[in-house]
Every structure is written in structure tokens, then in C-alpha cells.
């Protein structure tokens, strides 16, 4: 089974920039659809984004089109989800996670089949 790890979380001020990755480790050549997906304190997990396996097909919440985008480094079986201008509101645990669907489904939880441990990102005012 194909495992998401994450990494690059951290304490970040409004209007900063981070980077966070999500390598996938296991059967690389299983990997379908790699997704980030965030839970904020106290919130149901939210979809954020995708990006379908070397197809350099990718799709967004409406909620962070224009502000995040989740570049890949298929060399290196990564992608990443580029977060700019961040504002308290995303405040969140930040999880990659494997699919073997895409389309509209992918917005929910249910979708996925492994999942990585996450990652924090706090953004202070």
C-alpha cells in the first residue's frame, strides 16, 4: 500500500509563505491520486487539493484557488503544497493522502486510502 509521509509544517506570521512535502513510500508505481486535505481545531477534515499521478492533472478547493498550488517531483515520488500570503484562518493539520479515484469525489474523507500523520501549521497574527 502506498503510505503519504509528510513534512514542513511549523509556526509561520500572517502573509508568510511555506512549503510543505509529501513523499510517497511503498509501491510507487501504485500511486493514482496524491491529496492534501487540512482539519483546523475543533473542524471536519476539508479537502484542499490533488494532483493525479503523472498526468499533471491537479484540482482545488475553491476556498484556496489562487493562493495554494501542490507542485510534483515524480524523480523524487513528491509533491508538495505551496501555501502563500497565509492568514490565522489556516491554521491547521495539514495531511497528504492516497487515492485511487479522481473527480469530485475527492473532496471527501472516504476517498482515501492511506494516509500520512500530518503536519501543523500555525500562522500567528
Known amino acids: 500500500q502506498v503510505q503519504p509521509v509528510e513534512s514542513g509544517g511549523g509556526l509561520v506570521q500572517v502573509g508568510d509563505s511555506l512549503e510543505l512535502s509529501c513523499e510517497a513510500s511503498?509501491?510507487?508505481?501504485?500511486?493514482?491520486?496524491m491529496g492534501w486535505l487540512r482539519q483546523a481545531p475543533e473542524r471536519d477534515r476539508e479537502f484542499v487539493g490533488a494532483d493525479r499521478w503523472g498526468s499533471g492533472d491537479t484540482f482545488y478547493a475553491n476556498s484556496v484557488k489562487g493562493r495554494f498550488t501542490i507542485p510534483r517531483d515524480f524523480p523524487k515520488n513528491t509533491i508538495y503544497l505551496h501555501l502563500k500570503n497565509l492568514k490565522p484562518e489556516h491554521t491547521a493539520d495539514y495531511y497528504c493522502?492516497?487515492?485511487?479515484?479522481?473527480?469530485?469525489?475527492?473532496?471527501?474523507?472516504?476517498?482515501?486510502?492511506?494516509w500520512g500523520q500530518g503536519t501543523q501549521v500555525t500562522v500567528s497574527s
Open positions: 511503498g509501491p510507487t508505481n501504485s500511486v493514482y491520486t
Open positions: 493522502a492516497h487515492s485511487t479515484q479522481w473527480g469530485p469525489m475527492l473532496a471527501k474523507v472516504r476517498a482515501y486510502d492511506s
